[in-house]
């Protein structure tokens, strides 16, 4: 399993591959949006945009082929796991 903690804009590659179960957790109030790719390049969502998340939040999503990249804008405050397992 991978997991990353994510606390700034920065492009964030959580896990490279295969992904059965990607969960993102909002720790704290975040004004903006989090785009979640499948993928391992580029900022355009091709999964999900949450935007303005309730602190508490959980987003879960199933199988990504490619990988999972997290696009926050502005500072955030999330984690995100990945079950890499196949």
């Known amino acids: 399993m991978a997991k990353s ?7 964030t590659q959580v ?3 295969y992904c059965k179960r ?7 109030a975040l ?10 390049s580029g ?4 999964v ?4 303005n998340p309730g602190v508490g939040a959980q ?3 199933m199988d990504f082929m490619s990988g999972v990249r997290i696009i926050a804008s502005g500072a955030c405050d999330i984690t995100v796991s990945a079950d890499t397992r196949l």
């Open 15 to 17: 896990a490279t591959g």
């Open 48 to 51: 999900a945009t949450i935007t």
């Open 22 to 28: 990607v969960m993102v957790t909002v720790n704290a």
């Open 5 to 11: 903690y994510i606390v700034d804009s920065t492009a």
């Open 43 to 46: 900022t355009t969502a091709n």
């Open 31 to 40: 004004t903006g949006s989090i785009k979640v790719i499948d993928g391992t």
């Open 59 to 61: 987003f879960v999503y």
